[in-house]
């Protein structure tokens, strides 16, 4: 009798496999890093090869770490860095070149021209996004116009495009499926999120050929079963698919409006919960799918903090004032606070809800008492004050106070970090005994899928606090944010 789940988080660095038993704990957990290639400045790209082999791996370790017979394994989750484009050729499974990685900037002249000819506001009117080189539509125009022969080859539906959940699944079901789930659907920037389908005036629009994309389908159902994968048995459901961001929100079980999460890492990125009906920010803020159950569709507003884990890797290679990032939390603790030292992390831009794509890293209030303790601790202040940013938009948004913060990624372990962050938003901050957050939320779809579960309400006791933070007095917080915004203003 099948007793655990196969979760597969396929991330921008490296693929993770999981092992999760009945009672949705990890018991077992291997990652396979994977080349990242730099064509030019600016540009990044994956090899889909590469990124599969790393599955592949990862899936073989850690069956054989867990030391659960892949007979065992009742349904397969998936997810996924969002975005990021692969195109290839539905005869044989080939790439046409490499994968275009959401982070690479080589379409942003085409989304300038697209922004000067007028059409922004129709695009996110549509999409609940923005136009830019992050989304995954001007990359799949890039690859079949600089490719010999593929926009001839697209236009016979001889390709197939996919984010790299729909190449996975392509891959596991030996090719004989060709679908995604409507969170990464909705980030293509060709998904209309009101009528819930791919829109013929974006791919027109966009110039990308309808016939290269995916059938849309639930997040939580069975898309399609394991054939011709080494190390695993024909027949396994693969039975849940989000991207990582939504597969996080799902894994914390935000599961109704008004409940949100941060997950902290290189970036940090919130997602709030917004009910049955997308919500149009006003604030810059993302609308987007944040899971299908069903027919049952679910909406996030969603934030992005370009630099959080990055701003604490800057002060260790390019300050040299920690030796390694876990050493942060001690040398911030031992000041009472940053002594007056603000420091804006803006170091490749600020992100919603500023907007600020000109702006730079900014450290001010420094005196000849200053120490690489403040520094450390105005680090902290900073990534937590930029989050503060965000659920403020958010709040005005939904019009509604958030009462409670669920936190994952590296950054959550930091005590100090969160603390702040429970102060400067005045609400508590909760952190889960696990922070595998993305890869259980794909488990719990992938359950829901095959049956196991009802529904996500079901699963709700798989998610096990380990630390509340109280917010403290809201005195110390005002007086922070009254710094950082002028400091931002300077950014």
């Known amino acids: 009798m099948p007793r655990h789940l196969l979760a597969i ?12 038993d009945d009672s949705l704990r990890v018991v077992g957990k291997v990652n396979r890093e994977f080349a990242q290639i730099y064509p030019r400045p600016g540009w990044v790209a994956h090899d889909p090869e590469a ?10 370790a850690v069956i054989a770490q867990a ?3 892949a007979a065992q394994i009742g349904a397969i989750g998936i997810t996924n860095q969002r975005e990021t484009t692969a195109v ?70 001889e390709l197939r ?23 990464n659907a909705s980030r293509t920037m060709l998904y209309d999120i009101g009528a819930r389908r791919f829109s013929d005036e974006l791919c027109e629009l966009l110039r990308v050929p309808r016939r290269m994309l995916p059938e849309v389908r639930p997040s939580a159902g069975v898309f399609g079963h394991t054939r011709g994968v080494p190390g695993l048995p024909d027949g396994i459901p693969i039975a849940g698919i989000a991207g990582d961001q939504q597969s996080a929100l799902c894994g914390q079980l935000c599961t109704r409006p008004g409940m949100a999460k941060c997950t902290y890492g290189t970036g940090a990125f919130l997602l709030m919960h917004t009910g049955t009906e997308p919500v149009a920010s006003r604030q810059g803020l993302i609308t987007t799918v944040a899971w299908q159950v069903g027919d049952r569709f679910e909406y996030a507003l969603e934030g992005a903090v370009f630099i959080a884990g990055a701003a604490v890797q800057w002060l260790r290679d390019g300050l040299g004032i920690i030796g390694s990032a876990s050493e942060i939390e001690a040398l911030a603790r031992s000041v009472p606070d940053a002594g007056g030292v603000v420091f804006v992390p803006a170091l490749v831009g600020l992100g919603a ?8 890293g900014a450290i001010s ?40 913060l669920r936190v994952d ?12 962050q429970a102060d400067l938003l005045q609400c508590r901050v909760v952190r889960p005994e696990g922070i595998e957050t993305t890869a259980l939320g794909a488990a719990i779809l992938a359950g829901v899928g095959s049956g196991w579960f009802g529904s996500l309400d079901d699963a709700a006791a798989a998610w096990r606090q380990d630390r509340t933070f109280e917010p403290g007095p809201a005195s110390t917080g005002a007086l922070l944010r009254a710094r950082w915004r002028r400091a931002v203003a300077h950014a």
């Not at 990124?51 to 073989?60: N, Y």
């Not at 009117?125 to 600089?146: E, M, R, V």
């Not at 809800?353 to 730079?360: D, L």
């Not at 520094?375 to 958030?402: P, V, Y």
Request: with cysteine; net charge neutral; hydrophobic share 45%.
């Open 88 to 157: 290839w050729r539905a005869a044989d499974g080939q790439p046409i070149d490499h994968a275009i990685v959401w982070q690479c900037r080589r379409t942003a002249p085409v989304c300038d021209a697209l922004v000067a000819a007028g059409h922004a506001d129709r695009v996110r009117a549509l999409t609940g996004l923005p136009i830019d080189a992050y989304f995954s539509a001007t990359k799949i125009a890039w690859l079949i116009d600089h490719v010999d022969g593929a926009r001839a080859a697209a236009e016979r539906g």
């Open 161 to 183: 495009f996919g984010t790299i959940d729909t190449l996975l699944a392509w891959r596991l079901t030996g090719g004989r499926v060709h679908a995604t789930d409507p969170s």
């Open 353 to 360: 809800p500023h907007w600020r794509p000109e702006a730079r």
């Open 67 to 69: 030391g659960v017979p």
């Open 409 to 420: 990624g590296g950054a959550a372990a930091n005590d100090l970090l969160m603390q702040t």
């Open 51 to 60: 990124i599969w082999r790393s599955c592949l791996d990862a899936i073989a």
């Open 365 to 404: 209030g420094i005196t000849r008492g200053t120490t690489r303790a403040h520094l450390a601790r105005a680090t902290l202040d900073g990534i937590a004050l930029s989050c503060a940013d965000l659920l403020d938009a958010m709040e005005r948004d939904l019009g509604r106070r958030l009462t409670e």
């Open 9 to 20: 988080d396929q991330g921008t660095t490296g693929s993770t496999a999981l092992i999760i």
